[in-house]
């Protein structure tokens, strides 16, 4: 039985449900045409949805989109949300940056896909080279598909069985990284289907920030590659402690392990990534979501050394195939759109304008939060910005997994949403796109503000 004057994030269990209610009842007010469509989507896909997690939206029934452009969404009811979830990242830059969408149009004309290079390949690896630092690369379609592969790859030049990945870790569907640490044990994270084999026997996990622990793992040397992200994402934002990365490096390389940096969450920090504005040395690198502007598409780099022992390995292997690529990977549309991406959107320009706000929009939020007495605080990465339920910084996966509570996120995301304001579902998570204007902020800010002073009473 619940305690309904049980505190959860600083707001009594009482006060949640009676919040939550009342936004549930005023939700389908505005938004009849949404629920005929979820009525009659509901036989032929599962769920009502054509992929799952769009019922991880903390609402009686889906939005249905209608138009996506700049930093705002347009429902099928003609109601306009100033959008922070921006595709959970996918959209980043804002939705159908003027540049891309032409590129895409063009070559739309010329083909989508032929399993061949277009003259944009060449300008491409230039750019990937000129932006992120590494000098050789491989498009996929998703950061998945490029993080399997490159784990592959690693396992293959080094000759040892194993990955590391970090409790919390987000590398999207990679099968090796869904294990979690649980009494100090590797064990599968919770809620994973249909797994028929037993990762943890070939995946260690350690806590973030744990260099000790790293050192224990690698100096067995049976790690092939080390996969994080410079700063933990998903699982409410962990920031690595002062000297966490160049003690990764250096135990990665007295260990002869690989070191994976996945920034497709912490392409947010700046021109280049988390990797260049702190200069970061991996031996892979990988981007996906946002890297096209959305459409899909993503990289990984590598240095010479990798990509000479990737190229040896294909001269040695036997015939068959490699389990390296996809038929649509690197297609054509990718192509021209990842590199007008590169060329007219990912600019030192536009991180500028997404960073300074950014900052505009963390400290009106602290603010926010201060007035009404919340024991949370805001974290930024960038362009990247998370109210976080705890009121100290977090250390490592198992302190973020505690700020994570469901019946608070889903009252204030629904709170926020019936005042206009889209954050991302899964988290308190919320981007500053180039065409993010200093109006979204000041409706983001009012509408938090409204709803914690609903939350603060009682």
Known sequence: MKNHSELVGGVTLATLERYRQSQNALYPIKRPKAAEHAINARSGFVNGVPMQWMTDWPLPYPLIIAQAKGASLIDIDGNQYADFCLGDTGAMFGHSPESIALAVQSQAQRGFTHMLPTADAAIVSELLAQTFGLPVWQIALTATDANRFALRLARTVTNRPKILVFHGCYHGTVDETFVRLKHGKAVHRPGLMGQFTDLTAMTEVVEFNDIDSLRDALEKRDVAC???????????????????????????????????????????????????????????????????????????????????????????????HSGMGTTLSANALSLTALRASLEH??????????????????????????????????????????????????????????????????????????????????????????????????????????????????
């Open 345 to 458: 959107v990912m600019t030192p320009t536009n991180y500028r304008h997404m960073e300074t706000l950014a900052g505009t929009a963390e400290e009106r939020l602290r603010q926010v939060i201060e007035r009404h007495k919340m024991p949370w605080h805001v974290i930024r990465v960038g362009a990247r910005v998370e109210l976080i339920f705890s009121e100290k910084l977090l250390k490592n996966g198992t302190e973020a997994e505690k700020t994570h509570l469901p019946e608070l996120e889903g009252a204030i995301h629904i709170g926020l949403l019936n005042q206009g304001v889209l954050i991302a579902p899964f988290h308190n998570m919320m981007l500053i796109s180039p065409k993010t204007t200093l109006e979204d902020v000041d409706r983001l800010v009012n509408a938090l503000d409204n709803v914690l002073r609903e939350l603060s009473v009682g």
């Open 226 to 320: 080390v996969i994080t992200e410079p700063v933990l994402t998903n699982s409410s934002m962990v920031l690595p402690n002062p000297g966490f990365h160049d003690a990764l490096r250096t135990l990665t390389r007295e260990t002869e392990t690989l070191l994976l940096i996945d920034e497709t969450h912490t392409i947010s920090s700046g021109y280049g990534g988390y990797t260049r504005v702190f200069g970061l040395e991996p031996d892979i690198w990988v981007c996906g979501k946002a890297i096209a502007g959305g459409v899909p598409t993503a990289v990984w780099g590598m240095t010479r050394e990798v990509a000479s022992q990737y190229e040896q390995a294909l001269l040695d292997k036997e015939s068959g």
